[in-house]
């Protein structure tokens, strides 16, 4: 970017008359301009509609995932399911709004899901007893060595994190390189600029051989001097654009989102299969470990055998009954169509002056050295093509660049490209730069617990020769105080301003496996929920 000087001076002419030259200046101008944007088009317009394609696409994943669940739940426990699918509903709302850029810590999310989900069943389910706020709390203290949903809890961590911030990356980083586009080719020449611009475009047309093009050497110092703080961004460019492939070969593979969306509604009910199936040892270590609940007055006291007559077992659908993914498209599709488009990406910047000087309309031929315009008549340009960059024009015999004062522009995109950068490096290990754990003790934030797994354990089609994810250094970055949450009146809800339960639960030298495995979820729940 550059500050607009476009004027020439009146008695300051090269080789028209002044007044001509003006003219000319601003019509260099504009074809230079013309030129940048119609070179950088594939960029904008890649990173706009791939941008636009992923965020629709994986928006209607989340929604296709909620849509499975409300399914399989209805269907399997009917209307007690219904009343109390807000539970569930509000688990969708915070991945929508993680996805969307939200201050949302995807552990506490999960954590916050399992949590609501066994404060209304585990009373469902003993409706023979009232429940007190601390027996509730004991119970999840008690939650970490009982482990009630087994090792389900940390796997749909495992498999929604990782998916939800790479996906979460990506459209993030399309985003971000479509306004970099935009800002980086938003730019006016200086005057030193638009002097060596016309002078060799428009000088042929003074001296009567308006045929001439100019040499392509000549040309390609002309378009270094104007664009040399373009050619800054590329080693930053670069970068980013490396880390954009990566986390997209990722989504594809271990860290696909399809998998991970439709995993959800499955793991749940995993989970629900392994409490019924251990719900009488769990139950009886709670009530040995937090004493005998209050039994209950009135109709409410009823044993859960009495009511088993309508029992229908839990199961998930079959591929037939399955819905239909994401329609028009797949993940594979679109990111194979992505990494097609960013592998010509590279360089960009440093190759536009020769992108521009290869066209015929702007300069001669490379092979022509003998019959273009060389600044002062027809033959061969004799100076040296000068280097890439700001630095490097100080010895540019076409344009006068001040390498002294960098473009302030540029800095801020290049400050900008490494940010971006950065976070994408971070979701290629399923780590979400905003929400790293400083607490932790073995590994960090929303996807940093399990960072030693090997991918088999989480996703099909990873063999045990998998290699193991390396663990990047931890960010000492804390995650932000969840808003205290108010008890309903049908189920006595109480966050404790963040502490209470959760905390508890969480509080062990694992990151937030704890919180995850709070909850029992005992064996009369399909009972209940039919």
Same mark, same amino acid.
């Given at each position: 970017a550059f500050n607009i000087k476009t004027t020439i001076k009146m008695s300051d002419y090269t080789c028209c008359s002044s007044q001509m030259e003006e003219t000319l200046a601003l019509q260099s101008e504009r074809d230079f301009l013309r030129a940048i944007e119609e070179n950088s088009q594939f960029l904008l317009t890649t990173f706009t509609q791939r941008h636009r394609r992923f965020d629709e696409f994986f928006r209607e994943l989340i929604d296709l995932s909620e849509k499975s669940m409300n399914q399989m739940f209805t269907k399997t426990y009917g209307r007690l399911f219904t009343q109390n699918a807000h539970v569930f509903?509000?688990?969708?709302?915070?991945?929508?709004?993680?996805?969307?850029?939200?201050?949302?810590s995807l552990t506490e999310v999960l954590s916050d899901f399992w949590s609501r989900l066994v404060e209304r069943v585990f009373s469902l389910v003993n409706p023979q007893y009232q429940f007190s706020e601390d027996y509730l709390e004991c119970v999840s203290k008690h939650a970490e060595q009982l482990q009630p949903f087994g090792d389900v809890p940390r796997k749909l961590r495992v498999q929604v994190t990782r998916a939800f911030i790479a996906a979460r990356a990506l459209s993030q980083g399309l985003a971000t390189g479509r306004d970099i586009v935009n800002k980086a080719t938003k730019l006016t020449a $200086?005057?030193?600029?638009?002097?060596?611009?016309?002078?060799q475009w428009y000088c042929p047309l003074c001296r009567g051989v308006p045929s001439l093009r100019p040499c392509h050497s000549l040309c390609l110092n002309v378009m270094k001097g104007c664009l040399a703080n373009q050619a800054d961004l590329d080693t930053e460019w670069n970068n980013?654009? $490396?880390? *954009?492939?990566?986390?997209?070969?990722? *989504?594809?593979g271990p860290?696909?989102?399809?998998?991970?969306? $439709?995993?959800?509604?499955?793991?749940?009910?995993e989970a629900i299969m392994h409490m019924q199936e251990n719900s009488v040892t769990i139950s009886t270590k709670v009530f040995q470990g937090c004493g005998s609940p209050r039994p209950a007055s009135g109709r409410s006291k009823r044993s859960p055998k009495e009511s088993g007559g309508n029992r229908r077992p839990f199961r998930t659908y079959t591929p037939e009954e399955k819905p239909t993914t994401a329609a028009g498209t797949n993940l594979d599709r679109l990111v194979t169509e992505l990494k097609e488009r960013l592998r010509p990406m590279r360089g960009f910047w440093v190759s536009l002056p020769h992108t521009i000087c290869n066209d015929g309309k702007m300069a001669a031929d490379v092979t022509n050295e003998d019959r273009c315009w060389n600044g002062q008549t027809r033959g061969r340009y004799l100076p040296d093509v000068t280097g890439d960059g700001l630095v490097s024009q100080i010895n540019n015999p076409e344009v006068e660049v001040d390498i002294a004062r960098p473009d302030v522009r540029t800095r801020q995109l290049i400050m900008e490209l490494r940010v971006v950068t950065n976070k994408l490096k971070h979701a290629q290990s399923g780590q979400d730069m905003d929400f790293m754990d400083s607490e932790c003790e073995e590994g960090s934030g929303s996807g940093g617990g399990d960072q030693g797994e090997r991918y088999n354990d989480d996703w099909p089609g990873y063999g045990p020769q998998s290699p193991p994810y390396n663990k990047p250094p931890r960010n000492p970055a804390t995650n932000p105080a969840k808003p205290t949450r108010v008890r309903d009146r049908n189920w006595k809800?109480?966050?404790?301003?963040?502490q209470g339960r959760v905390r508890s639960a969480a509080s062990g030298h694992t990151c937030?496996?704890?919180?995850?495995?709070?909850?029992p979820f005992l064996v009369t729940v399909a009972l209940l929920w039919r």
């Open positions: 509903q509000e688990l969708f709302v915070e991945l929508r709004r993680y996805y969307s850029g939200g201050s949302v $200086d005057s030193e600029c638009v002097r060596g611009l016309m002078r980013f654009i $490396d880390a *954009l492939y990566q986390v997209s070969e990722k *989504l594809e860290f696909n989102m399809e998998l991970a969306a $439709d995993s959800i509604s499955v793991k749940v009910s809800w109480n966050r404790n301003n963040g937030s496996l704890a919180s995850l495995l709070s909850f």
